[in-house]
């Protein structure tokens, strides 16, 4: 009897190759017999993939599909995703990513990144050391307790950080064996999951205060140790964590948070085209902003300065907001405002009070602009949007609630109670609304649009920290690129399937800032743009 030889090459998603390996590799290393006899070039293998993909019955079955592959062969994964970026990524990233990991504990099959639950506190550099790659560029750490607009999912969020990072790849070029998806599992809060005997996660309400800022600052320590060259994106924190978070790290570590910094850079470029087309300028806006948790103040925050850079004294450019939360309209007598918001509390002089709705606020204001991350689903009602587009020629309304179902707005409602007129953008994905017999695409103003080109930036600049202007100038990169500065009538962002040149064009923006900021090695634009072009990593069977 000769001893058994499986060959380990077909369990290893960075070497498997599957039905494309050769007939020499397959005999050179022991395949033979172990893989049906037909070879396939890459590319036959998309097409195949591509079309059962296509058959799974709801979304939910695509995105196993995806995931099976994810965990089988990394590069036909990746060349899939990259041939039919528009089409699979709202199944590996939202909307249908949210329900993945409302699903997390029944469609589990097999480990990606790492689960690190509070009761491993004191061996989280051990935790971290069980880890499959050897190196890491970028770590997308959440503690899954907003998920989206789906709140708390506990462990389950962890399906964030693999979808994040898989658009690291597919989008800004990052090599996948150099990323690490991370959930800091300390409990939920979610009745239904603790309830559920098939949850997966620490089975314990949420640690908060003193226990849960010293568990963050031991991951923190646990990477400075293990992974000092790492960046970390914080991404789907709690607004009670999530600023926190990023005021106590951003100097100290390599870091950013998705949710504020990310999301802003997006908004503002999109926001800036939408301006341009309505024939105005920044300074002339005024703003009604329906939500203010961390993503709201972010955003609100960048446009503020987008506003004062155009003209308006800092203090005229906080009074031309009206930001409203699910107690209505944030005004100086409420005692529940955390700082970030009070700057945005208006006088109790005004005619408008604290319990001023959406409605009442958009008549009184007359907005030009309407932003909503409220997770308030069809809060943009058609008595606001009308009301708003009664006295404003081109309403600029940007429902970017995540997923769908916390849409503020459908586009093609918006389209209707505008007569066209309103510029919009999402944050989740919809079909292209109908326009004058035609189909006129729908911008997503989501951070995917930005993220990708921060991690390529400061992977490329070798940056050690990532500023406020290094995020800026991806913003400024991204609004450069908005199809609607050369046409009105085309989209305030360019298309999905520009996403990888996107990612390229704001990584510049990042890794010249970094090394303007000092806190990259010294080196010129054109070098820089050559170091992002070969840190690119393709999904291309090696040689
Ligand atoms: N498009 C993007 O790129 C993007 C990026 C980040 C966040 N988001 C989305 O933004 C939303 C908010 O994210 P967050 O991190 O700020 O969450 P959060 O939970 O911190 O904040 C939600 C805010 O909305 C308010 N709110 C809730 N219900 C409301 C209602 N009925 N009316 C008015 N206000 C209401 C809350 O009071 C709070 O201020 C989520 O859906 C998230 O998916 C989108
Ligand atoms: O994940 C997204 O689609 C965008 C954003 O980070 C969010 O939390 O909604
Ligand atoms: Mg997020």
């Not at 995703?81 to 589990?108: K, N, S, W």
């Not at 090394?515 to 990593?537: F, T, Y």
């Given at each position: 009897m000769s001893p058994a030889r499986y060959p380990q090459i077909l369990d290893d998603?960075?070497?498997?190759?599957?039905?494309?390996?050769?007939?020499?590799?397959?005999?050179?290393?022991?395949?033979?017999?172990?893989?049906?006899?037909?070879?396939?070039?890459?590319?036959?293998?998309?097409?195949?993939?591509?079309?059962?993909?296509?058959?799974?019955?709801?979304?939910?079955?695509?995105?196993?599909?995806?995931?099976?592959?994810?965990?089988?062969?990394?590069?036909?994964?990746?060349?899939?995703?990259?041939?039919?970026?528009?089409?699979?990524?709202?199944?590996?990233?939202?909307?249908?990513?949210?329900?993945?990991?409302?699903?997390?504990?029944?469609?589990?099959?097999?480990?990606?990144?790492?689960?690190?639950?509070?009761?491993?506190?004191?061996?989280?550099?051990?935790?971290?050391?069980?880890?499959?790659?050897?190196?890491?560029?970028?770590?997308?750490?959440?503690?899954?307790?907003?998920?989206?607009?789906?709140?708390?999912?506990?462990?389950?969020?962890l399906g964030i950080p693999i979808g994040k990072l898989a658009l690291y790849t597919a989008i800004g070029g990052l090599d996948p064996g150099r990323t690490l998806p991370i959930v800091l599992d300390v409990g939920t809060n979610n009745e239904e999951r603790l309830a559920d005997p098939g949850y997966l996660g620490w089975r314990h309400e949420r640690i908060a205060g003193p226990e849960y800022e010293d568990f963050v600052e031991r991951f923190v320590q646990a990477v400075e140790t293990e992974l000092p060259r790492a960046m970390i994106q914080w991404e789907d924190f709690a607004s009670h964590n999530a600023r926190p978070i990023l005021d106590r790290y951003r100097d100290r570590i390599c870091s950013f948070n998705d949710d504020i910094q990310g999301t802003a850079a997006v908004a503002v470029g999109a926001l800036r085209g939408a301006i341009r087309v309505a024939g105005s300028r920044p300074r002339d806006q005024r703003i009604v902003v329906l939500g203010a948790g961390s993503a709201a103040i972010g955003v609100a925050d960048e446009i503020r300065q987008a506003l004062v850079d155009d003209g308006l004294g800092a203090d005229e450019a906080r009074r031309r907001f009206w930001v409203l939360d699910v107690d209505g309209l944030l005004t100086e007598e409420r005692s529940d405002l955390s700082p970030e918001q009070r700057v945005y509390a208006r006088p109790a002089s005004e005619d408008l009070s604290a319990g001023a709705t959406l409605a009442d606020v958009v008549w009184a204001v007359r907005p030009t602009a309407l932003l909503g991350l409220s997770t308030a689903r069809d809060a943009f009602t058609e008595e606001v949007v009308r009301a708003m587009a009664s006295h404003c020629e081109r309403p600029i309304i940007f429902p970017l609630s995540n997923p769908t179902a916390r849409s503020e707005a459908d586009p093609a409602d918006l389209e209707r109670w505008t007569d066209g007129r309103a510029l919009v953008a999402t944050g989740s994905p919809y079909p292209a609304i109908q326009r004058h017999g035609?189909?006129?695409?729908?911008?997503?103003?989501?951070?995917?649009?930005?993220?990708?080109?921060?991690?390529?930036?400061?992977?490329?600049?070798?940056?050690?920290?990532?500023?406020?202007?290094?995020?800026?100038?991806?913003?400024?990169?991204?609004?450069?690129?908005?199809?609607?500065?050369?046409?009105?009538?085309?989209?305030?962002?360019?298309p999905i399937s520009a996403l990888r040149d996107v990612a390229a064009e704001v990584a510049l923006g990042v890794a010249v800032a970094a090394?303007?900021?000092?806190?990259?090695?010294?080196?010129?634009?054109?070098?820089?743009?050559?170091?992002?072009?070969?840190?690119?990593?393709s999904p291309v069977y090696p040689d």
């Open positions: 998603p960075l070497r498997n190759r599957g039905t494309a390996f050769t007939a020499e590799q397959r005999r050179v290393l022991g395949l033979d017999g172990l893989l049906p006899p037909a070879i396939e070039s890459l590319d036959e293998q998309v097409a195949r993939s591509i079309e059962v993909f296509r058959r799974r019955p709801r979304p939910i079955d695509q995105y196993l599909y995806l995931r099976e592959l994810q965990d089988t062969n990394l590069v036909l994964y990746y060349r899939l995703l990259v041939d039919h970026l528009e089409e699979v990524l709202p199944i590996v990233y939202t909307p249908t990513v949210g329900l993945a990991c409302q699903r997390f504990h029944r469609i589990f099959r097999r480990p990606r990144g790492l689960t690190l639950p509070y009761t491993e506190r004191h061996r989280l550099p051990e935790l971290l050391g069980n880890r499959r790659q050897p190196s890491v560029d970028v770590i997308v750490v959440t503690d899954g307790e907003r998920i989206l607009g789906l709140g708390d999912q506990g462990s389950g969020g035609g189909e006129v695409p729908v911008s997503q103003s989501n951070n995917v649009y930005v993220f990708p080109g921060v991690g390529l930036g400061v992977v490329a600049a070798q940056a050690a920290r990532v500023t406020d202007r290094m995020l800026r100038a991806g913003s400024a990169a991204l609004g450069a690129l908005s199809p609607a500065l050369r046409d009105p009538d085309a989209p305030l962002l360019p090394v303007e900021d000092g806190v990259a090695p010294e080196r010129s634009r054109e070098d820089l743009r050559a170091r992002i072009a070969r840190a690119r990593w």
